[in-house]
Structures are given as structure tokens and as C-alpha cells.
């Protein structure tokens, strides 16, 4: 594990905090400090702010509650060791972990809490609920040997979604699963263990079993999936998944899928290049990889969205996998409309692109005044991108099936061979011999 130093507090957040300070000098002629101020001081400059009751909604709102949370993170890493994890789940985007036990607390929710009950104070309740939590984890593993100190990482690692994958989802034997008694889904997925045998590694089958049946057993077993996805939305996710998946894309990290794989998709072919920079240049002749400057240089032929994930999508095109999961749950598979990427995808020639950026890469080498290589070393990213791409049309052209983006943290991204082993049991056939 990392023994590096925590990171700071995401930028935003700093900046929040600062424009809070400045808020509250204006409003009131006085500063305040983020360890000492009590909350009941602050709250009487809030007030003001404010203008009103909190309202979430409202943007000038959210700038309040984001410099209040950075005050209460701040003192959560002065008092518990707290410190800051990237979490793209959160609405701050980020989250506070602990080295001593595996704790996850989301400084703007304790703060939009406390502010719509109008009670800041409520935040030093909610500290000394955390640390009488870590005290517990802490006692609980007296006389025990020490645990290694977790770290930013390993929270990153645990509970940051930074992975996604596309699949092509079955509705039929998605409705099924939605349908059937939790009684017999754990029955099937009991089944399903057995069936894969040796297949699954020990470890991995525990942490599937933790993860799956372990949570279904908590639920009315009479009562279909559907009924209490509300109750377990990543589990309602996870057995469409398992239960209705028939094609499934690579896993990459998000930023791979926004910074290579769809700015390829939309720059195609390019008929000539743009001028070059020398700065490109310089970054060129030092190793930088030549694809990723075909992706910053080369203008786009199709348009895409100027905001929404993955920079391919525009947020009205995804909606949930089933009214019966809430919306406000933090979905890690959504439905996607699939026009918009549907005739680019089609159109995409791997061959094509992979000689232009062969060429590109030549004509770097000729603006540096070297000469044009007939064999230049190709970038190690291209044929991974590529491969990507080529998952996506064999979703994109399944007919009938729903389109789908999952997202994953980096511990269960290494959890996939295992379920899809298992996923290809549940639905493959059950040999029965007589």
C-alpha cells in the first residue's frame, strides 16, 4: 500500500472555501477560521448567505454547501487523520477516507443534511459519530497484529468508479431476473457456483458470494428482485449483468474511453493535418506518444457533445435500466440511446485510421527535419483503442438488445474474468445426463 502523502483537497474545493471566507467578510466585516470558528457562528453569517431556506437545486446554494464541506473535511483531517480519495460518485467529486478503517464519509452530504434541518451544528454530531466509529474499528482490533494503514490509493482502488465497460443487454432475460423471487435468484446463482467448479478461483467466489448472495439473503426472499431494487440497486445492477449480458466491450479507465478511444471515432480519417506547433514538436521529439497528439491536434469530423460523459454523449440520451431503480441512486448501468454513435460506428475503418496515424506519425518526424521512417514505432495505444472500438460495433449492431455503460471501481474491474465466467454459466445451457 502507498505510503505516499495524502493529497490535498481537490482544487474546487479550496476554491469553494476561500469564496465562503470572502462570502462571509463581506456579509459580516470578520474572518473565520477553518479549525476554530464554532459552527454556530459560522451559521449566523450562512443565514445571511443564504437568503432563505437551503435549497440543493439552487446553484449559489451548492457554492455555499461545497465551501462548508471543505471546512468540515478540514476538520475531520486535523481531528481523525481523514484525507482526501478522487471519487467520481460523490457530488464533490471526491470523498474522505481513514488509514485505520475502511470508512467513507461525503463531507457535502453531512452538510446538506445539516443545513436543510437549518442546524450546523449538527456537523460536530456527525464528527464524533465517525470518531466513535473508527474508535469502534480501532478496539475491535485490539490485541490483533497492526493493520497496515490504508491509504488515498486503496480507497481510490475500492471505491472510485473509474472503469467502464458497454454492453449489450438481453430485455427478455433482463425482465426475467427483474421477475423472479429472490429465493430463486439465490438459488440460481448457488447453482451457478457449483456449475463453474474449478473455473472460479477460491478468493474470487468468496468476494462474488459476499457480494451477491450474502445481500440477497438481507431481502424478502417471497418477493421479486424488482419489488426491492430500491433496497439494492448495485446488486438489481449487477444480476441484469450477470443475467442478461450476451456482449461486453474491454474494461479501460474513463479517461482512456475521453481522451482516445471516442475522439478517434470522431476524427475518423483525416484528408490532411493541421499545422503543428512547436511545442508539439518538442513533446514529440521527447517521447510523447504520436497518438495522443493525433487525438489533441486533429480536428473532429463528426460533432459531438461539448458536455456529457465519456465526451461522446450527451446526458438526455441515458436513462435507467428500470423505473424501479431510483434515480437519485448512483447508477453504474445506464441505457444508452444509441443513434448518436450508431452511423460512425459503422463507417469506421480500423485499417484506415491505423495507417493515418501511421502517416501522422511520419509527418512529425518530417517537420523535425528527420527523415520519414518507412517503419515508425507504433504508438502502444492504438491496437488497445482499436480493439475497444471494434467491441463497440458488435454491441452497437446487436439488434433488439439495449445498449448499456457500466461503470466499476478498479477492485471489482478485477473481479471480471471471474463474473463473466460465471455469467457465461448462468446463461449457457444446463447439461443434464441420464
Not at 110 to 134: H, I, P, T
Amino acid at each position: 500500500m502507498s505510503a505516499m502523502s495524502p493529497p490535498a483537497a481537490p482544487p474546487h474545493i479550496t476554491a469553494a472555501v476561500e469564496q465562503l471566507k470572502a462570502a462571509i467578510r463581506a456579509v459580516d466585516r470578520r474572518e473565520i477560521d477553518e479549525q476554530s470558528t464554532p459552527w454556530l457562528e459560522i451559521e449566523k453569517s450562512v443565514i445571511k448567505l443564504l437568503g432563505g431556506p437551503f435549497k440543493i437545486d439552487r446553484p449559489d446554494h451548492q457554492g455555499l454547501a461545497l465551501g462548508l464541506a471543505g471546512i468540515y473535511a478540514a476538520r475531520l483531517i486535523k481531528g481523525q487523520q481523514a484525507f482526501w480519495f478522487p471519487n467520481r460518485e460523490s457530488v464533490e467529486g471526491a470523498a474522505l477516507g481513514f488509514p485505520t478503517a475502511l470508512l467513507v464519509v461525503s463531507p457535502f452530504g453531512s452538510v446538506a443534511e445539516a443545513l436543510s434541518r437549518a442546524n450546523l451544528s449538527r456537523l460536530d454530531d456527525f464528527a464524533k459519530e465517525v470518531g466513535n466509529s473508527l474508535a469502534q474499528a480501532r478496539f475491535s482490533a485490539a490485541g490483533a497484529a497492526a493493520p497496515t494503514k490504508l491509504s488515498a490509493d486503496d480507497y481510490q482502488r475500492i471505491f472510485d468508479p473509474g472503469f467502464v465497460q458497454f454492453l449489450a443487454i438481453d430485455p427478455a432475460k433482463a425482465k426475467t431476473a427483474w421477475d423472479s423471487t429472490i429465493s430463486q435468484l439465490i438459488a440460481e446463482v448457488r447453482d451457478g457456483f457449483t456449475r463453474a467448479g474449478g473455473r472460479l478461483p477460491a478468493d474470487a467466489r468468496t468476494l462474488l458470494e459476499a457480494r451477491i448472495i450474502a445481500v440477497l439473503q438481507r431481502l424478502d426472499p417471497t418477493k421479486k428482485l424488482r419489488e426491492q431494487a430500491d433496497r439494492v440497486p448495485r446488486v438489481f445492477e449487477l444480476m441484469t449483468h450477470l443475467s442478461a449480458t450476451v456482449t461486453a466491450s474491454g474494461l479501460a479507465p474513463e479517461e482512456f474511453w475521453d481522451g482516445v478511444v471516442f475522439p478517434l471515432l470522431h476524427i475518423g480519417v483525416p484528408g490532411e493535418f493541421p499545422p503543428v506547433e512547436p511545442g508539439d514538436l518538442a513533446a514529440f521529439e521527447k517521447g510523447m506518444d504520436p497518438l495522443l497528439l493525433f487525438v489533441d491536434l486533429i480536428p473532429y469530423r463528426t460533432r459531438a457533445p461539448e458536455e456529457g460523459p465519456l465526451g461522446a454523449f450527451h446526458p438526455s440520451e441515458f436513462s435507467v435500466l428500470d423505473p424501479a431503480v431510483p434515480a437519485t441512486a448512483a447508477l453504474r448501468i445506464v441505457k444508452l440511446d444509441p443513434k448518436r454513435l450508431e452511423p460512425i460506428l459503422t463507417a469506421f475503418d480500423p485499417g484506415a485510421l491505423r495507417a493515418a496515424v501511421k502517416r501522422f506519425t511520419a509527418h512529425l518526424e518530417q517537420k523535425l527535419g528527420k527523415p520519414a521512417t518507412a517503419e515508425a514505432a507504433p504508438s502502444p495505444l492504438l491496437e488497445p483503442a482499436l480493439s475497444l472500438v471494434g467491441a463497440l460495433k458488435g454491441i452497437w449492431s446487436g439488434k433488439g438488445s439495449w445498449v448499456c455503460m457500466r461503470h466499476l471501481t478498479e477492485a471489482e474491474a478485477a473481479l471480471e474474468p471471474a463474473l463473466g465466467e460465471l455469467r457465461k454459466v448462468l446463461q449457457g445451457p444446463r447439461i443434464i445426463l441420464l
